[in-house]
């Protein structure tokens, strides 16, 4: 039996997003999966150089970023760490991140669409 023991339900979903390394340039990637504790993201080669150059892999410190998207006419930020990554294709690949911290509004903002794209 297939059970999702998760705490918070996960909606798909296709919204771009962008990617903000504490070093370095945005980067565009495509937002698919949310929840109200993390996310999945697609993106590019671009993934694959952000991953290469992960100063904490050996040091065990972990890779935060922030992530910036919008729903339903609003911006929502949020501070993610890095739980796991994965190549699809050649230059196709996808993180997961979970949500360390987003503001409240926001916050509210993202339970509202998750509970309407569940229905």
Same mark, same amino acid.
Request: charged content about 25%.
């Given at each position: ?10 909606? @798909? ?10 070093? =370095? ?7 698919? $999966? ?33 992530? $910036? ?14 739980? $796991? ?6 230059? @196709?690949?996808?993180? =997961? ?23």
């Amino acid at each position: 039996m297939n059970v999702d023991m998760r705490l918070h339900p996960r909606v @798909r979903v296709d919204l771009p997003a962008e990617l903000e390394p504490f070093r =370095g340039d945005c980067m565009d990637v495509r937002l698919i $999966h949310l929840s109200l504790s993390g996310v999945l993201v697609e993106g590019n080669a671009e993934l694959e150089t952000l991953l290469g150059e992960r100063p904490g892999l050996a040091s065990g410190v972990p890779l935060e970023l922030n992530l $910036h998207f919008g729903l339903e006419q609003a911006s929502v930020h949020c501070h993610c760490r890095l739980i $796991h990554s994965r190549r699809l294709e050649k230059d @196709r690949f996808q993180i =997961g991140m979970k949500i360390l911290s987003i503001p409240n509004e926001s916050q509210g903002l993202l339970s509202s669409y998750i509970e309407a794209q569940m229905k």
